[in-house]
Every structure is written in C-alpha cells, then in structure tokens.
C-alpha cells in the first residue's frame, strides 16, 4: 500500500502570514498532486509535479506556490494566506496515467 | 460547465439493497479512479480501471471510454458503505496526466 504523509494534520494560520504545507511519500512515484477539497466543489488541482525540481500549475493555481525538492517531497506554500483559502488540503502521488494514493488530509483554517 | 459529473449528489438507501453511481465526463478519458471518503476525511481507493470493468466482493465497477462514462454499483449495501463516493477521469494522452475530480454522491445507508 502506498504511503502518503502530510503536516501537519492541522493548521490556523492568520491572514497575510505565510503558510507551508508538506507531503512526503515513500513510493518513489513520479508524480505528486495538491488538492483542496470544499464543501460543493469536490476536489480541485493547486499543482502538481513531474519529478524532482519540477512545478506545473493545476485549475486553481492563483495564489499558491509548489515546490518539489526531491522525489519524496512535495510542498504548498501560501505565501500571503486569506480566509478564502481556508480549506482540507490533500496530497496525492502516483505515476503517470497510473493509480493515485492520497494522503490524510490537511486541515487549514485562516483567521 | 463540470467535466466530470457525478449522479445522483446524494443517495438513501437501506440496508441490504442495490444502486448504482454514475459518472459522466466531457473529456477524452483513459483512465478513472472511484475512491470513498469516510466519515473521517480519509480517502479510499476502490478501483483503478481502464477501459473495463473490475469487482471487488460487493462493488462492481465499469468504464466505458467510447460512450465517455463509468458506473460503481453496490450490492446488498451495508452501514459501512456510508460516506461520499468521488470518480476521477484523467487522460494520459500527451504526457500531462491532470486527474479531474467530479464533485461525489453523498452515500446513506440505513437499517
């Protein structure tokens, strides 16, 4: 089974601070995702990644930043984080066209 | 408008009987992933399919790449299989591999 982890697990952060969410997986996939899920829309792409040192945007990329350092590490940063970003945040990874595995979760509340 | 509709957006059903979800998407899939979300947060695989179908004791599910749609059907529901249901088609075609999430069907099942 696919391991996915995230941190933290819950987050408050207030507006215009910076915000910096990490997943970490140890498949040794290609490919990693960053998601957040709200109430009435599903889940919905921020970024996502290729591989090392690589960064693509998703469908809502505006005001998130993705950084992927190593195979194993995947982040979202929210350099100015608004009330409007708060949200369940979760991490995929998995290989090109293939299945994807999904973290726990990230709770974000921005105050 | 949603590339990727899910049907019905919620569903009741008792203990013991049969149903089906339908998703329906827009763009050219190769691939979809149905996936249960507890009552917890936490996202379950169920089936990876390509063109095809795939069953897994009392889940059943087929993807259908010409006519653009998959289905999830349950026999004899339990109390378990409660929680939101997500279908995510993605193509692989060209190398950018961009899951697409419909936006679930909320799953009661009472005794």
């Known amino acids: 089974e696919a391991a996915v982890t995230q941190s933290p697990r819950n987050k408050v952060a207030v507006t215009g601070g910076k915000v910096t969410l990490s997943c970490n997986q140890t498949?040794?996939?290609?490919?990693m995702y960053w998601y957040r899920q709200d109430t009435g829309h599903g889940l919905r792409l921020i970024h996502y990644s290729y591989g090392a040192g690589s960064t693509e945007k998703g469908d809502i990329p505006d005001g998130y930043k993705a950084s992927r350092p190593s195979q194993e590490n995947f982040s979202l940063i929210l350099e100015l984080a608004t009330p409007s970003q708060t949200s369940v945040y979760f991490c995929a990874s998995g290989d090109a066209g293939a299945e994807q595995f999904f973290g726990p979760g990230t709770r974000l509340t921005v105050l | 408008g949603d590339k990727v509709k899910q049907s019905p957006s919620a569903l009741s059903l008792q203990e013991g009987t049969n149903s089906a979800l339908r998703c329906n998407f827009s763009?050219?899939?190769?691939?979809v992933q149905w996936f249960l979300q507890n009552p917890r947060g936490s996202l379950m695989n169920l089936f990876y399919?390509?063109?095809g179908t795939k069953e897994n004791g009392r889940l059943k599910s087929a993807f259908d790449s010409k006519e653009s749609y998959s289905t999830l059907h349950i026999r004899d529901a339990q109390l378990e299989d409660s929680g939101t249901y997500f279908c995510a088609a993605a193509s692989s075609s060209g190398g950018n591999y961009k899951p697409t999430f419909g936006k679930g069907t909320s799953l009661v099942v009472h005794p």
């Open positions: 763009i050219a899939a190769t691939t």
């Open positions: 399919l390509v063109p």
């Open positions: 498949n040794n996939h290609n490919n």
